[in-house]
Each structure stands twice: as C-alpha cells, then as structure tokens.
C-alpha cells in the first residue's frame, strides 16, 4: 500500500503529541528475541530507534544474546545446560559469554545504529563500573551468574549528553573483578530505575499478556500492579511472562513512569508503541 502526501501528513501530525510528551525524556529498550534474528526486523529496530534520538528522546539500549552464545559454544564443542532457565556458567563459558556479548553482538548493534544514520557506541556493564553484580545465589550450582547488586549511570550519562545512543551488553562486575552473566532483563529493569527513565520496553517474541495464552486477540493492553497477584494465581501470568512482569513491577515500583512488553516480531513496533493512539503490547502501570 502506498500512502498518500495527506495520509503520511496525518500519522506525522498524529504522533506530534508523544513527540512533544517525550521530547528529551529516557526510553530504556530491552533488545533481544526475533527482532535480533531476522535481518529485516533487525533493520526496522535500528530505524525506529535512531528516529527517536533525532525527535528528541534519548533510547538506551540493552541486549540480549543467548542464541549467537549457544552457537559459539557449539562451535568450540562446549556444552552448555540451564537450571530454571539460567545457564549454568562456569569460567570458561563466562569468558565466551563476554566476548559474544561485549564484542560481537554489542558492536553488530552499534553498527547497526551507526549505518541507519545515529551515532552508537557499546558499552559492558564492566566500563566505569556501570553494573555491579554478586552471584545470583548458590555460586557452586549456577557459577557465574549474576544479579544486579548496583548501577553507576555515570557513564552512560556521558555518552547521552555528547549525543550518543548507549548499547550496553549485561555483563556485571564485582567488587573482586570477577565478570557475572546478568538477564537482560533484569539489568535493562535496573538500569531504567537508575536513570529515572520515563519508559522501559521489553522487546519479546509474544503480543504482549494474553488473558488466553491460545488466543492471541486477547491482549491485556493495560496491566496494573494491583492485578498482577491476581492474574498470577490464574495462571494468566507464567512461564516466561512472570520474569518479564516482574521486571516491569520493579521498574515501576522504581519511579519508571510506564513499562511496555512488546511483540518484536512486529516491523517497527517501538514506534507503533510509542508514537500511536492504537499502541501495541502490554503497558505496566502503577494505577
């Protein structure tokens, strides 16, 4: 379909109120599932948000990587196995983990960011400090798997006041400068708190919360925090949703203003979310 002079006139003049809303605010966007995968998408992501920097926002990037860390290991004929859905990482696994994540998916991203016309540059939660992690619990089981302990938003502060995008691969750093695989998740949920970000967005691979997980029309487009007890005792939440909820909780228990689980698969969904009366996804709330 071709669009008109007038229609694309319309959908400029539509998404001129969230211009304005968000103009100089923070959006922490979570990469990672199909949107990493399919090179078309991948595009689309990368144009969406070096968009949003020259509107006037200011997106913080941070990614996953788990399947381009599953082929690595492959490769090197290193096994791998997950306890409740955490790799297990000893030193040898960790030292692969940082280089997939911190050297080629980061930087793949970055010249992404950076070929679609914005300015990037990749960070690990090792530079300045940015994460600082501790065992995600018994060392001995999950070895170097961390969680967030503390964020230094020093650095990223930096690079968003000299015009860059940001793009941070989750890998922590403890006080013995042992390296820590963090979710990331769970680190792009801390970093958004840190930074007081106005929007965190997780991209996933599902529409959003359905109330029916076999039917796909029926997307809960509004989570509130006091419904999420309650839609988890009915099994509405689970499975990978419920790290992914409680990611958003945090975030907005935190001081995030609004948490967003989109489907990435769709082609700029980023904007379609930020930028449309419709949206897409599931957007978490306080009230």
């Not at 144009?47 to 996953?64: A, N, R, S, T, W």
């Not at 409680?246 to 948490?259: F, I, M, P």
Request: with cysteine; glycine share 10%.
């Amino acid at each position: 379909m071709v669009l008109s002079a007038l229609e694309k006139a319309e959908i400029l003049v539509e998404a001129l109120p969230y211009i304005k809303q968000f103009y100089g605010k923070r959006v922490v966007i979570k990469y990672g599932g199909a949107a990493m995968k399919d090179c078309q998408l991948k595009k689309k992501v990368m144009q969406d948000i070096v968009l949003m920097k020259y509107v006037g926002m200011h997106p913080i990037v941070v990614h996953g990587g788990g399947p381009e860390i599953n082929r690595m290991l492959e490769r090197l004929n290193i096994n791998s196995h997950f306890v409740n859905g955490l790799r297990v990482t000893d030193r040898q696994t960790m030292e692969i983990v940082e280089m997939v994540l911190g050297g080629k998916v980061n930087k793949e991203i970055v010249a992404g960011l950076n070929a679609s016309g914005g300015k990037a540059i990749g960070l690990s939660g090792k530079d300045g400090s940015l994460i600082q992690a501790r065992p995600v619990d018994d060392k001995e089981e999950l070895g170097f798997v961390g969680d967030v302990q503390q964020i230094n938003p020093e650095v990223i502060e930096t690079v968003i006041e000299n015009g860059y995008i940001p793009v941070i691969a989750p890998i922590g750093i403890d006080d013995k400068h042992e390296s820590y695989n963090i979710n990331a998740d769970l680190a792009a949920a801390a970093i958004a708190v840190a930074l007081k970000a106005d929007k965190l967005v997780l991209l996933t691979d599902v529409p959003g919360l359905l109330m029916d997980a076999d039917d796909s029309d029926s997307l809960i487009s509004v989570l509130k925090l006091s419904q999420i007890d309650g839609y988890t005792a009915e099994g509405i939440i689970a499975g990978g949703m419920v790290p992914k909820i409680d990611c958003c909780k945090e975030s907005v228990l935190g001081g995030v203003g609004r948490t967003h689980i989109i489907d990435g698969r769709v082609p700029h969904s980023i904007l379609l979310e930020i930028f449309t009366n419709e949206g897409i996804g599931t957007m978490v709330v306080d009230e």
